[in-house]
């Protein structure tokens, strides 16, 4: 008899032994980064599901800014499944040049424009084992699209989510799908869908790997790791 499918939802039973002042903790940096920023969203430019999908493909280990540059002459030019198909793998090269693995990452998007148009009717499927299912698209770019579109609450773990979570005490995961499963365990509810882009933008802009900028940190006194880089 075949294996039951996986549940599509990556949905960490709550920890069981998280003690009331640690989830009192949790909960102020939460409401801590809400009061900051209420409703945040990803930096990179997109008018849609697909465009969202191509810019969240092409942005595997490059920058946001660096994507954004090259899609904003590239969605002028193919912003459906379409028109990304009739550009073809040599049309689209160009546009993408300046971002590392741009050649598989061109093979990629041309594949999953194709699969859009012709097994999807020109939408792009917003369902996880779907959207999985496209070429280039992981579990982590799944995640990213569907939490920003508010489709599925999910905490794409990149470097910076990693980095921050550990400061913060919020996960002693070793690899990004422990720390995805720690902190979807953590999160409270209703922080659940802005959490990746609260954590992003800390890790981007305050939480920096190298030296960061704790003086200016607004969880400072709840960080545990503090102490690390401010001298007493
Ligand atoms: S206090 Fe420092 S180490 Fe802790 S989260 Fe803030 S910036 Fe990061």
Redesign the pocket.
């Given at each position: 008899m075949a294996k039951p499918a996986k549940p599509a939802v990556r949905k960490a039973a709550r920890p069981a032994r998280i003690s009331p002042a640690e989830q009192a903790r949790i909960a102020e940096l939460f409401a801590r980064f809400e009061a900051q920023e209420s409703d945040p969203s990803t930096e990179l430019d997109y008018g849609g599901p697909f465009t969202l999908v191509v810019a969240v493909a092409l942005s595997a280990q490059a920058t946001d800014v660096s994507v954004n540059k090259a899609t904003v002459k590239l969605f002028k030019v193919a912003d459906t499944p379409a028109a990304m198909l009739a550009l073809g793998e040599a049309g689209l090269k160009p546009f993408i040049s300046s971002i590392g693995l741009y050649n598989m990452k061109a093979r990629n998007v041309i594949a999953l424009s194709r699969i859009i148009l012709e097994q999807h009717g020109g939408e792009v499927p917003l369902e996880r084992e779907k959207l999985q299912a496209l070429p280039g698209v992981g579990r982590k770019t799944a995640s990213v699209v569907l939490n920003e579109l508010r489709i599925e609450p999910a905490i794409a773990v990149d470097t910076h989510v990693f980095r921050?979570s550990h400061?913060?005490g919020l996960s002693t995961g070793k690899t990004p799908d422990q720390v995805e499963a720690e902190l979807m365990g953590k999160v409270p509810e209703p922080y659940l869908t802005r959490a990746h882009h609260w954590l992003i933008l800390?890790g981007r802009y305050?939480?920096v790997a190298r030296r960061?900028?704790?003086e200016e940190?607004p969880?400072?006194d709840l960080?545990p790791?503090?102490h690390?880089?401010?001298a007493r």
């Open positions: 921050v400061r913060l800390h305050v939480c960061p900028k704790c940190c969880v400072a960080c790791s503090r690390l880089f401010v």
